[in-house]
Every structure is written in structure tokens, then in C-alpha cells.
């Protein structure tokens, strides 16, 4: 060796320090492109629809009601009637629905969106209260013509002409809900209801929408039942309910889930909603699957780049061992080559990824790199068997990369017992070695 140990230990600590600053311009880059996606997407959804929420169906009683009270006037009390508008809300007593959904790639540029289709049945049954539940003095409220309502978030993916069933009776849906607080969405007539004594009917309508991203569904039903069968084979569930059964294969999953008031409280959050415009609860009262892919080239490109240091750590440990080992002098130019050819592994993971999609980028850029460093090394360590050992120790780092961003719940753990493992492998390989020696050498 040339230089002290201390000076060369140094050396490689201040090269790895600068190897940061590609490193993190890289991880920018990766930012900045899976910006510039989410960008494109969104205009994609712009162009088609939205994310999907599906709320209802309700019935809404519109009523004005005659309120009495004693007020002061020229010093005397007298009797003042106001007339107060007001709605009712009445949510059905079972809400049960089938949906099949197909899914579909939209393009544009090198950027790719998933659109939904959404067919199915929303049917149940309403149990109306007579007098629409109104307790006290009957003879105040006059109630206007009541409709029913369904909530649906972009109204531009009805891809059919709702037609609402009650009996044997059919009412076309009509644009818009009549609401304030629940904008988007359609609503329909009902057909005449026996206020005084209530009543108890079924419904159903057809309903076939399109949407960007995540299908939701709030469950308004005193008992509710989803089934939802899609061929998309990479389901996120989300919302405030799993599923109570779900199957999920490479065609495709099929899901069913089934609440009750109970579990939702709906009744609760929704007089919330209409007396304090508190509505963020009945909204967030949902169940649904998200189609997006969960861990895409760009996430899986910023978990690999976050083990850049400890690859070029364990590269440089290993040309420090045969420094020391074999006493062969390794120059700190050639340390910064081999750095800088790993660092653009992440680069090339990054380009070809887009194109070519994960797994094929990753392999032929980890290719890439272990040929080009082992061509290399085999003449900086002055040996094709060196550089052929060093390029499959290389390979194998990678393949235990892959292996890691594969792993997503065991990615701690096996990132510690690598660590661990390559320390104990330098620690027996040094076990005889004369430190001291080798820091006098010069």
C-alpha cells in the first residue's frame, strides 16, 4: 500500500460523501418524473372521470314547517309564525348490490391511467314511517312531493340512462340531487306515498358508470351487501369497512362485504350533516377497492436507490479487503469509477423502466453494471478470475436487491441479516490480520 491506512479509510469515506450528490440529484429525477405522471393522469381523468363515489339511494322529503312563538312589540307580548324550510332524510332499510367492473388502459406519451367500468344493480327495500317520522303537532308541516337520491361524485361517468323501478312502476332519473351538501348526482320523483300511514316498496335501478383510480361505495342501507367481482388481479381495499370475503388471483378478485347500522351510524352522521353541514362523516363512511397499481417503477426505484449507500459501501469494503489481503494497491480514482458506474445502475433503473416496465429494467441494468465493473476489475486487480468472482459477488448484492423491494414486510429484516452477514464474512476474512502492520505500510 502507498498510503497510510488512516489516509486511505479517509479517502474512501470523502468518496462516498460525493458520491451522494449524484445519488441525490437521481432520487430528484425520480420525484420529478413521477410528478410529471401524476400530472398526466390527472388529465386523463379530466378528459374521462374521476375517482368514484356511489352514495345512496336516499329518500328526501322536502317540508315546510309553521313555527309559533311570543315576541316583544311595542311592549307587549305578541304571537309571531314563521314558515321554516326544512328536508328529511329517509335511508332504506336493506341496499344490496352486484357490480362487475372491467378495467382498461388509457395512453398518453409514455404514461399510462386505468379506467373502471362499473355495471350493476343497486336494489333494497324502503320502510317508510308514516307521517315521515314527524312527531307532534301533524297539522305545521307541509310536506312538498318527495325524490329519491343518488349520490355519485362525477356524474360524466353515467355511462347509461338511470331509470329508477318502484313496483311495477319506472321513473327516469334526472341530473343533479336537489342537495347542498351532496352535489353530484341524480335524482328521481317518487311515485305517490300514503303519508299519513306510510309504506314499505322495493326498488332497484341499472346503474353503469366510469372512473379513474378508486370505486367507493357508502353502505346507506339498514343492512347492506356488496358483491363486486373485477378482473383487475392487484386490489387495494380501502375505505372504513374490509371485506367479509374476498378472493384474489391472477384473473382477477371477487369481494363481498356486508354492514349494518350498527357499524355505519348513519342515520346519526347524516342528521349531522343536514343540521350542522358536518358532512366529511357520512363521506367518509365507505368501503371500495382502488385500481391503482400499489407499488409502481417509480416507488420501487425510490426504495431501491435508498440502498445506493450500502452498495457502494460494501463495493468499496471489498477492494479495501483485497487491498489488504492480496496487497495489491487499488488507486482512489478507480474506487470513484466502480462508485460512479453503481450510482448509474439507479439511472438506468429509472430510464428503462418507464419503457420497459420493473423487472425487465432492473435486470438489464444490473447486467449492465456487473459486466461493466467486472471487465473493469479484472484489470485494476490484475486478475479475469478477480474480476469474474467480484462481478458474481456483485450480481448476487443485486439479485438480494430485487429480493428486498419484492419484500415489502420483511424488507427490515432481511436488510439486517444481509448487513449482519456481510459483516461476520469481513471479520473472519480479517480475523489474522495485522492492523498495525498494515497501517505502517507506505
Known sequence: MTRTLG??????????????????????????????RDNVLRDIAQSA???????????????????RRWVEKDGQRVPDVQTVSGQLYVLPETFDSTLKVD????????????????????????KLPANWGVEGDRDDYRFDTPFLVVGISDIRGIANLPVLRVGE???????????????????APLPTVDVERGAEFDYALDLALQGTGQLQVVPVGRSSTVAMQADWP??????????NRREVGADGFTAQWQTSFFATNLEDVLRRCTAQQECA??????????????????????????????FIGLTFAAFFLFEVLKQLSVHPMQYALVGVALAFFYLLLL?????????????????????????????????????????????LLYALLYGLLGAEDYALLMGSLLCFALLGVFMVLTRRLDWSRVGRAA
Do not use: N
Open 49 to 67: 372521470s374521476f375517482e368514484q363515489q356511489v352514495a345512496g339511494p336516499m329518500i328526501v322529503v322536502p317540508y315546510r314547517k309553521l313555527e
Open 281 to 310: 362523516g357520512f363521506e367518509g363512511r365507505t368501503f371500495g377497492v382502488s385500481f391503482i397499481d400499489p407499488v409502481d417503477q417509480y416507488m420501487k426505484s425510490e426504495r431501491a436507490i435508498k440502498y445506493a449507500v450500502l
Open 103 to 126: 378495467t382498461e388502459l388509457r395512453s398518453r406519451g409514455i404514461y399510462q391511467a386505468r379506467l373502471f367500468h362499473a355495471k350493476g344493480t343497486l336494489s333494497g327495500r324502503f
Open 7 to 36: 489516509f486511505k479509510l479517509g479517502t474512501i469515506a470523502l468518496l462516498m460523501l460525493l458520491l451522494l450528490i449524484p445519488l441525490l440529484m437521481i432520487g430528484g429525477l425520480i420525484g420529478e418524473r413521477q410528478d410529471q
Open 351 to 395: 430510464s428503462l423502466s418507464e419503457h420497459l416496465g420493473f423487472t425487465a429494467a432492473y435486470g438489464l441494468s444490473a447486467s449492465g453494471c456487473v459486466l461493466l465493473i467486472g471487465f473493469y476489475l479484472s484489470h485494476v486487480l490484475h486478475s479475469l478470475w478477480r474480476g469474474v468472482g467480484f462481478a458474481a459477488g456483485l450480481a
Open 234 to 243: 392487484h386490489p387495494s381495499f380501502i375505505g372504513s369497512y374490509l371485506p
Open 169 to 187: 312502476r319506472s321513473v327516469p332519473f334526472e341530473a343533479g340531487t336537489g342537495l347542498d351538501w351532496l352535489q353530484g348526482g341524480i335524482h
